[in-house]
C-alpha cells in the first residue's frame, strides 16, 4: 500500500492539458526523480528532451530493450515495468495512471500507483475517470483537474480522398495500418506510419517526415493516444473496434476520447471523426461524440492488481504469491499474463523445478519476464525461455555467447519487406532485453551496444520499406508545395533531360516533348504534366536556340517510320510531308507550338536543303533542266522518266528516246554526267550511299511509307530482288555501273562475232560468281559456246556504253538547240 513519505499529487484531465509537460518541469526542479510512462517511445522522447536542458551525464533512460544509465544520473525516465521502485529520488512521477484498469498490464501501474514515491514530491498524472480510484486508494493525494488547452470537435466521416491535410488516421492492426497507408501513397502522396512495435529510430524517422511536412499524412495504432506529441490537427478513426489479445470489442469512449484527443496542440483546436459513412460500426454513435467533446466519461470502478513484490521463496510459494487475490475493493486480480502463463507452465518440468530452488527462483521469475516482443503465444514463449533459464541456472549463470551471437547474427540482415524486417527487429528487441540484464551475460556492456547497433541497422532499412511502400514522394511535393495550383511548382531540368520537382523525378523532356514518369496515376498525371506545360517553356526555348545553332552533324531523318521524322540530337522535332517535285515539306512537331517556330522551321530547312544539294544535286539540276524552256524537246524525254528512277533508269525504258536523240545532244548529256550504258542510263554520282538513301527517302515520302531499304554503304553486290542503283541477275543484285564496267570490259576483248574467253578477273574481284558472270554476259548479248568461249549474239546489237566525257551542270543542255 501507499508509502506514507511525500507530498502526492493527482494531476487529472483530459488530452492536451499540459500534464507531462508539467511533470517534466517538476522534476526538473528537484534534485533528482524519475518519471514512468507507458510506452518505450514516450519515454526515449522525454529522455531527449530533459538531456536538452540537464545534459547527457546527468540524465539515465530505463526500458526494457534499452538502458543508459551514467554514474551520476540524477533524472530517470523509463517505462512503466522498468522503473526502479525502491530507488530513493526526490521526486517521481507515472504516466496515464489509469492504464491500471487494462486487463493485460493494468497490475503494472497499479503497482506503480501504490508503491512509486518520491521523498520530497509523487505526482500522478492521467484521466479524470480515475479520480475516485484515486481518492480511495491514495487518499492522501491532492486532486488537481486540468482543462483541455483547445476545443475538441467532432467533423462528421469522410471518405479518405476528403481527410484533411496534417491528419491521422488510427487502425487498430497493422494489416489496416498498412491498408490505409497504401490507398494515402496512392491519392495524397503517401504517410508516415507509427505502431507501438516500432524502434524508437524507426518511429522517429516516420515522425519527423512527417513534422517536416515530407507527407501530411500519419497512420498508426491507438499507440498514438499515449502522449506522442506531434502537429495534428484532425485525428480520423479507420475503425471503432480492437481486438484486446482476448475477444474483438468496441472501443471504449474514454479509449476514443484519449485518441481523439491527440488532435489540437496547445492553443489550436482539433476534430476528430471517421471514415466511411455516418452510420455502421465504424461511425461513432451520438452518445460517444458528445461524451468526447464534453470530456465526460464514464469513472473507472477498479484497477488491477498482481503482487508486485512476491514471495520468491520457492517456486510453489512464488506462484501462490501472483495468485493471491487483492484486498481492496477497488482492486481486481489482474487476468493470467503471459510472463504467469510461461512460469505456470515451467513450473511443470520437472528439471526446471529441479534447477528453481533458493536464488534461482528470482531468475525463473526474472527470466520469465523476456516480453514477447514476437507475440508467438505463451506455449512458444515457455521453451525460449526455459533454454534460457538452463543457461542461467548452471556454470556462471551466464547466457553462452555462441547462442547469442549466433542468434544475433541470424537476426542482423537489412533485407527483406516491412513485414520481415519489423519481425527481425521483434527478435533482436528480445536479445536486447537479456543484453541489459546485468548478471546474464559475461560482457553485458558489450552485447547492449552489439544489439543496438543491429536494432539501428534494422530500423534505418525499415524505415526505408515504409517510406518506399507507402510514401510516393513526387505525388507528396505536388500535393504539399501546391495542392491544386501547378503554377506554384519549382520544376528543374537535368542535363540527361530529367524534369524534378525537389529532385523527385515526375517525367522527362526528350528534346521537346515531356512525358510524365510512367508510375504516375490520374490526377497526378494530370498535376504533372499541367506543371510542366507552364514550367517548360523557358526550357525549351533554350532548346530551340540551341536547335537553331547546332551544327548539320546533329540532324538526321529516321527512315522507318511513316511519316519520316527529322531529329535533333536524337529527338523528333518534325515530320517531312509531300511538296514540291525535289523538296518536302517541313511540318515541325506540336511540342514546338508555344515556341517561335520560324527561326527552328528556317534551320530545318536550311538542313534539308543542304542535305539535298550535297546528295541529289545532280538529280536537282536535272528536274531544273527539264523544267527549262530552253531544254530541247528529246532531251527532256530522256530527264523525265530519269527523275523519276532517282537519276537511274534501265535503258530499255528510254531507247526510243534515246534514239531521237542528235549526236551533240547526246555527248551534252554524257558531258553532264550521265552514262548511257548498255542496260542502264544513270548518274554515277546518285549511285553513292547518301544518294541512294536520299533518292529512296523523296520517294518514301510521296508514297507515305518508310524508306525502303538500301544496301549496306559500298556494296558491290548483293542477294535480293530489287534496290535502288542495282540490277538483279537471279537472285543476286550487282550495282549498275559495275555491269557497265564489264560489259565495256568484255566489248573490249571480243572481235566481232569471233568466239572468245572472257576475263573474269573483273567480275571476280567485285565478289561476282560465275553463274552471276554468266547471266551479266547474257543479258549483254552474248551467247555462250563450247569450252567456255562466247560468242557476239545475233540479236539486234546493244549500243556499247558510252563514258561521260565530264560531269558538267545540266543546265547547259538548255542552251542547246533542235538537232
Known sequence: MPHPRANVTAVLGPTNTGKTHLAIERMCAHSSGMLGFPLRLLAREVYDRVVAIKGAKEVGLLTGEEKILPPGARWLLCTAESMPVDRDVAFAALDEAQLGADPERGHVFTDRLLRVRGREETMVLGSASISGLVRALVPEAEIVRRPRFSTLSYAGAKKLSR???????????????????????????????????????????????????????????????????????????????????????????????????????????????????????????????????????????????????????????????????????????????????????????????????????????????????????????????????????????????????????????????????????????????????????????????????VEERLSDALHARLTERFVDRRTSVLMRQVGGDAG???????????????????????????????????????????????????????????????????????????????????????????????VPDIRLDRTLDALDRTKVAARLAAWLDGQLARYLGPLRDMEAARASPKTPAPTRAILAPLIAGGGIVPRAAVDSALGGLGSE????????????????????????????????????????????DTLKPGATTSKGIAARGYRAFGGTLVRVDLVERIARATHDLRTARVPFLPDTALATSFGIDAATFAAIL??????????????????????????PVKPNAFSALGDMRLG
Open 488 to 582: 506554384l511548382l519549382a520544376v528543374a531540368v537535368d542535363e540527361d533531360g530529367a524534369v524534378t520537382v525537389e529532385n523527385e523525378s515526375i517525367g522527362r523532356l526528350d528534346g521537346f516533348a515531356f512525358s510524365v514518369d510512367p508510375a504516375a496515376r490520374g490526377l497526378d498525371r494530370k498535376r504533372l504534366i499541367a506543371a510542366a506545360e507552364r514550367h517548360l517553356v523557358a526550357e525549351r526555348a533554350l532548346r530551340a536556340a540551341a536547335l537553331v545553332g547546332a551544327p548539320d552533324s546533329e540532324f538526321r531523318v529516321e527512315g522507318m517510320a511513316s511519316p519520316l521524322v527529322l531529329l535533333w540530337a536524337g529527338h523528333p522535332v518534325a515530320t517531312l510531308a509531300q511538296g514540291r517535285a525535289l
Open 163 to 453: 481527410i484533411p491535410k496534417r491528419s491521422a488516421i488510427v487502425a487498430f492492426s497493422a494489416e489496416e495500418v498498412y491498408a490505409v497507408a497504401e490507398m494515402l501513397r496512392r491519392t495524397r502522396g503517401g504517410a508516415a506510419v507509427v505502431m507501438g512495435a516500432l524502434s524508437p529510430r524507426t518511429r522517429n524517422a516516420q515522425v519527423a517526415m512527417y513534422q517536416a511536412g515530407e507527407v501530411d499524412y500519419l497512420v498508426a495504432t491507438d499507440a498514438i493516444g499515449m502522449g506522442l506529441n506531434m502537429d495534428i490537427g484532425h485525428v480520423a478513426f479507420a475503425s471503432l473496434t480492437k481486438f484486446d489479445g482476448h475477444r474483438l470489442r468496441r472501443l471504449t469512449v474514454a479509449e476514443m476520447a484519449q485518441i481523439a484527443g491527440r488532435a489540437g496542440r496547445h492553443q489550436r483546436d482539433g476534430t476528430f471523426g471517421s471514415l466511411g459513412s455516418e452510420v455502421g460500426p465504424a461511425a461513432f454513435r451520438p452518445e460517444e461524440i458528445e461524451a468526447i467533446e464534453d470530456h465526460r466519461f464514464p469513472r473507472v470502478d477498479h484497477l488491477y492488481w498482481r503482487e508486485g513484490a512476491p514471495d520468491t521463496s520457492s517456486l510453489d510459494a512464488l506462484i501462490d504469491s501472483l495468485e493471491t487475490p487483492p484486498i481492496h475493493e477497488k482492486l481486481r486480480s489482474a487476468p493470467q499474463s503471459v510472463d504467469l502463463a510461461v512460469l505456470k507452465r515451467l513450473s511443470e518440468d520437472p528439471e526446471i523445478r529441479s534447477r528453481a530452488r533458493g536464488q534461482m527462483v528470482a531468475r525463473l521469475w526474472a527470466a520469465c519476464g523476456v516480453p514477447d516482443f514476437r507475440k508467438v503465444g505463451a506455449d512458444h514463449q515457455a521453451r525460449f525461455v526455459g533454454r534460457l533459464f538452463r543457461h542461467l541456472s548452471e556454470g556462471e549463470g551466464h547466457v553462452p555467447v555462441p547462442w547469442f551471437a549466433d542468434e544475433l547474427q541470424r537476426l542482423d540482415r537489412a533485407d527483406g519487406d516491412v513485414e520481415t524486417l519489423g519481425g527481425r527487429i521483434a527478435g533482436v528487441r528480445t536479445w536486447a532485453y537479456i543484453a541489459h540484464r546485468s548478471d546474464w551475460l559475461a560482457d553485458p556492456a558489450h552485447w547492449a551496444a552489439r544489439t543496438e547497433a
Open 665 to 708: 545532244l547526246r555527248r551534252a548529256l554524257t558531258r553532264s554526267g550521265l552514262t548511257i550504258g548498255s542496260l542502264d542510263v544513270y548518274d554515277a554520282r546518285l549511285l553513292k550511299p547518301g544518294a541512294l538513301f536520299w533518292a529512296n527517302a523523296l520517294d518514301a515520302v510521296r508514297a507515305g511509307t518508310p524508306v525502303a
Open 778 to 803: 547474257g543479258a549483254l548479248g552474248f551467247r555462250a559456246g563450247g569450252d567456255g568461249q562466247w560468242t557476239w549474239g545475233s540479236r539486234p546489237k546493244p549500243v556499247r556504253p558510252v563514258k
